[in-house]
């Protein structure tokens, strides 16, 4: 009897040691994003409205690339749920650091649609949206959301750590 516990004992090792084995083996063909953001600006457009725009580390630590089809960047206000800014284009957040010289420089290009993250690789970017909500109640968010999806459907949130 002891010795059959010994064989199955062996048997359920060597299975573990197989499965461990072959997700280990397996994981670089899972495709995600992972990130953290860098820096957060805010241009106050008038008392109910303002401009942010969020500068964050992208890596892509999968054997995949992933490809950009969507962003979109959500504020969660002190109280109340989450608000989805108004996306701004490429050429718009050219010309608001252009003219707008209280944000400061331009570190990183525009995260835009069908930009490619190669496997393995970090990049920085950035994205502008528009809040119908006063400069107050974005400096005393509980935080901002980038998210990002894949052309096959993977989704990506790039969270502020407060």
């Known amino acids: 009897m002891n010795k059959k516990i010994a064989i ?3 048997g359920l090792v060597v299975g573990a ?3 461990g084995v072959l997700l280990l083996s397996t994981k670089g063909g899972h495709l995600e994003l992972t990130g953290q953001v860098l820096k957060v ?8 409205a303002s401009l942010v725009m969020v500068d964050f580390r992208l890596t892509n630590p999968s054997d995949v690339r992933f490809v ?3 962003a979109a960047t959500f504020l969660t206000p002190l109280t109340g ?3 989805e800014g108004a996306f701004i284009s490429k050429a718009d957040v050219e010309n608001v650091f252009k003219y707008e010289k209280l944000l400061g420089p331009k570190y990183n290009d525009v995260l835009t649609i069908k930009d490619p ?3 393995h690789q970090t990049m920085d970017r950035m994205v502008g949206a528009r809040f119908e909500l006063p ?3 974005i400096e005393a968010r509980k935080n901002i959301r980038v998210h990002i999806e894949d052309l096959d459907g993977t989704e990506a949130d790039i969270v502020e750590k407060k």
């Open 81 to 83: 749920e989450p608000v």
């Open 135 to 137: 400069e107050s109640a």
């Open 41 to 48: 600006r805010i241009l106050s457009l008038n008392p109910n």
């Open 117 to 119: 993250i190669a496997p």
């Open 68 to 70: 950009v089809r969507s």
């Open 17 to 19: 040691i197989g499965v």
């Open 8 to 10: 199955l004992f062996a």
